[in-house]
């Protein structure tokens, strides 16, 4: 029977992307035997309650081959139909070319950019080490399955993590490497000459080595995997691209392509396939029945488990409730001193891990700098309950593994380092915003202003850059008010990633209060003016105020922006009465494209446009002429 149900996953996938004339039909057909045996032997996965907290995760790191995952889901009784199988990269069906995630269909992530899925699956593991740590056994004890590909190995970001995972001794992941020598462009060993058995082991994790057709060898590795608890492990699967497609199979044609009219005939015809490729015998449906009944079943126990647990453990049930409160209120007022607005930070994020016990995360070895640092317990392999993660100096893999972190359930990862490094983290940032998830990433050393590091350490191009990933909230606070209103908002269940981009040099205490409904809306005025308007956020604030304390003879209105990306959003009637007077002036350590699409006409803005240099702030200042007196002149030219 294993042999009609992986024939029919391959027909069925095939057949779709025959259909869509668009698609990857070689990984699904020489994968279809470790898909069936893990959906037949080992998923621990619910077609009733798809978004059990305790079902096994599913990475598929290989995400182009997302027609084995749909054939699969659509075969174990998920809500796919045949109809959205048939409308496979069709525009508004359920299934696209890459689906990163969609819980309700069982899709836990995949992924478009190579090497994401696999970082993002070990953040599964962290959220699952730290939730059964948190909450028992009893209740969160889980897997973390995938399959992955050359393409996958050969980014660096898998690299990263895969580190991470042993460091940690994650032993529930269990990754099948897809291992076929074959990607877009041709043979794998023309660019590749790594030992991938030698190199996971080296890095401490435990890997096997198989044949990825033969059924008994499948199941066998992964009862072998499932032993190990303190590694991790990588099953190594000989397999066939394309299988069975006469002319194409073991060949790069078969990657990226539908097999064609012709080939598809004669892949049909090698596998003694008749009649609709979109029909399937109903004992193909039935075949997965009896696991799925048993998960099914499995859910009911440890609702049962769960529901008598929260009503005898007491500590139980406040960590369950506390877990699953969405909005943490606001903080206790810090301290109105001056200070670098990551010092603030850190001091919020203080107050948070008291209120909550849903965040967890870290920096890429700056916590000494960054100061976001949300528990003195680190997360290790003799303490998963600690919430702060020293991730080393891997900021690539640091952004996946948060997002694997706010995926996996009620948690929210958050992630630190500097502004500049956010070019390193933009693929995890910008699929954050995608999958409409939560994480948080905290950059500090937000300016030219960190001073003497210079221009390699000083970001100009990165504030607008990351306003530009849609559904991203660039958020950057200038006083300690706005502070607050910022982390309240950054950890908020709004279903979109947020940045928050700190100073490194102290700021002048700004004597303005705002309302946190007023705060999220992105822009408002703290002081009022006729004359002319200055819009700014940060640091920058602090500049508005003193040209405002410069020109006494003018009446200045300051409005500040701390979420500059959600003034676009603002009806024209209010963005209008929020920027009101003729001449409006925009100030920003940074490049200045970009302010106009969110502001309208302005008389001009104050940036940088070209890299910084190394110097003290004054020498900066200076320099680039965002000293008080130069910005007074300048803008006083406007005015007469």
């Known amino acids: 029977m294993f042999d009609k149900v992986t024939k029919s996953v391959r027909v069925l996938s095939a057949a779709a992307v025959e259909k869509a004339n668009s698609g990857h039909p070689g990984m ?25 907290i305790n079902r096994d995760r599913f990475v598929l790191s290989a995400g182009h081959g997302s027609m084995l995952l749909y ?124 030992d991938q058995k030698g190199k996971f082991e080296s890095i401490g994790w435990h890997v096997l080595e198989i044949d990825g ?58 596998l003694d396939w008749s009649g609709d490729p979109f029909i399937h015998d109903d004992d193909i449906y039935e075949y997965f029945n009896e696991k799925r009944q048993q998960d099914n079943e499995d859910y009911k126990k440890w609702e049962e488990r769960f529901n008598k647990k929260y009503k005898e453990d007491e500590k139980f049930k406040y960590n369950w409730e506390l877990l699953n409160t969405k909005d943490f209120g606001t903080p206790e007022r810090v301290s109105s001193e001056n200070n670098a607005s990551r010092i603030v930070g850190s001091k919020i994020l203080k107050q948070f891990s008291e209120l909550t016990n849903s965040i967890i995360g870290g920096s890429a070895d700056l916590a000494a700098s960054t100061k976001q640092i949300i528990d003195q317990d680190s997360f290790s392999s003799n303490n998963y309950q600690g ?29 630190s380092t500097f502004l500049v490094f956010s070019d390193y983290m933009r693929p995890s940032i910008r699929l954050a ?19 003497e590091d210079g221009p390699t350490h000083q970001p100009v191009e990165h504030l607008m850059s990351l306003r530009l990933i849609p559904n991203v909230d660039v958020i950057r606070p200038s006083n300690s008010i706005e502070m607050e209103h910022s982390y309240r908002y950054a950890f908020s269940d709004s279903k979109n990633p947020k940045v928050l981009s700190l100073t490194r040099q102290d700021l002048d205490y700004l ?80 490049r200045s494209i970009g302010w106009e699409h969110y502001l309208g006409s302005l008389t001009k803005s104050f940036s940088i446009e070209t890299f910084g240099e190394s110097a003290p702030i004054i020498d900066l200042e200076k320099n680039f002429k965002f000293d008080v007196s130069s910005l007074t002149k300048e803008i006083i030219k406007y005015l007469n």
Do not use: C
């Not at 995972?165 to 074959?182: E, S």
């Not at 608890?229 to 691209?241: F, G, N, R, V």
């Open 433 to 451: 915003s995608l999958m409409n998830i939560n994480s948080v990433f905290i950059f500090t050393h937000d300016s030219i202003y960190l001073g």
């Open 213 to 270: 057709h033969n059924e008994k060898e499948i199941i066998k590795s992964v009862e072998k995997a499932k032993k190990i608890e303190d590694k991790p492990t990588l099953i190594i699967a000989k397999s066939m691209i394309g299988k069975f497609a006469p002319n194409k199979q073991n060949t790069s044609g078969v990657h990226g392509s539908p097999l064609g009219s012709e080939e598809m005939k004669k892949f049909l015809e090698n």
């Open 387 to 415: 919430r702060n993660i020293e991730f080393g100096i891997r900021e690539h893999a640091m952004g996946a593994i948060t997002n694997g972190i706010t995926l996996h359930s009620n948690l929210i990862g958050y992630a």
């Open 28 to 52: 699904p057909l020489g994968m279809a035997d470790v898909g069936v045996s893990l959906y037949k032997n080992f998923l621990k996965v619910s077609n009733e309650n798809p978004d059990w």
């Open 511 to 590: 004597d303005f209060d705002i309302k946190y409904e007023d705060f999220v809306k992105g822009g408002y005025a703290v002081s009022d003016g006729e004359d002319f308007t200055i819009v700014a956020s940060g640091s920058e604030l602090e500049i508005a105020f003193k040209i405002k304390e410069a020109l006494l003879e003018y009446s200045v209105r300051i409005v500040s922006v701390p979420i500059l990306n959600r003034i676009s959003k603002m009806k024209n009637e209010d963005k209008k009465a929020l920027l009101k007077n003729e001449h409006i002036f925009s100030i920003e350590l940074g």
């Open 71 to 194: 054939s699969l889901l659509h075969l174990n009784g998920f809500d796919l139909s045949i109809d959205e199988i048939k409308n496979f990269r069709q525009l508004n069906s359920k299934t696209p070319g890459h689906p990163e995630v969609d819980v309700s269909l069982g899709i836990d992530t995949t992924t478009g950019p190579l090497g994401q899925g696999f970082a993002t699956g070990v953040g599964f593991a962290v959220a699952e080490r730290y939730l059964s740590a948190l909450l028992g056994e009893d209740i969160i004890n889980h897997f973390t399955f995938g399959i992955v590909s050359d393409g996958d190995l050969m980014e660096g970001v898998s690299f990263e993590a895969a580190e991470l995972a042993a460091v940690w001794k994650l032993g529930k992941i269990i990754y099948f490497f897809d291992d076929n020598n074959i990607s877009i462009d041709g043979s794998v060993d023309k660019v590749s000459v790594t």
